[in-house]
């Protein structure tokens, strides 16, 4: 099986497309290694703040299917396929590391080069996979995110899941 971080991200209605996203993982997938929550920014754009998190799980599906299922469960919560890359969206799913694999998978950066730019993916994936190690760099994300230097903010939020507090806003 291969252990697969997935990266979360909304910024339309984005505390209910969160959790119906992760409760839809859920059932996909069986357990979820779920980071806390973080706000942020948008990158690109402006619009409304987003929620971000990363989730690990592991998975029989190949990088074909398990793209093609989060493309599909993107757009069963509509995101629009026509919508420029830098938009609003409900739901944006990224396959940020698949295994260790390296390259180009079914259309897929693997692993994904938003892992070293941004704050809002990085940080989470430092919270549920500390000792993992990045495929291309070699370094374990604790001391990726320990090493990480941007004007990029992003600040954790209170965020309930099945009836646990998963992330706590920093008073």
């Known amino acids: 099986m291969a252990r697969v971080l997935l990266g979360i991200g909304s910024n339309v209605e984005r505390y209910r497309h969160v959790g119906l996203a992760l409760d839809a993982l859920q059932e996909m997938f069986g357990e979820l290694s779920v980071s806390p929550v973080y706000e942020s920014e ?6 409304s703040n ?5 989730v690990g799980f592991h998975t029989e599906l190949v990088v074909p299917e398990l793209s093609r299922r989060m493309k599909q469960m993107e757009l069963d919560f509509g995101r629009r396929p026509d919508s420029p ?8 799913l990224d396959i940020l590391t698949y295994d ?3 390259g180009v998978v079914a259309g897929v950066e ?5 892992i070293l730019k941004n704050a809002f993916v990085l940080k989470p994936l430092a919270d549920i996979a500390p ?6 760099s070699g370094r374990c994300y604790r001391e990726l995110w320990q090493g990480y230097r941007t004007d990029q903010k992003l600040w954790p939020v209170d965020f309930n899941w099945q ?9």
């Open 100 to 102: 260790q694999e390296i």
């Open 50 to 54: 987003f929620l971000n998190l990363a």
């Open 85 to 92: 890359r830098f938009s609003p969206r409900t739901l944006d």
């Open 42 to 47: 948008p990158v690109g754009f402006s619009g």
């Open 110 to 114: 693997l692993p994904r080069g938003e």
């Open 163 to 171: 009836g646990q507090q998963i992330s706590t806003a920093v008073g």
């Open 131 to 136: 000792g993992e190690i990045h495929p291309v």
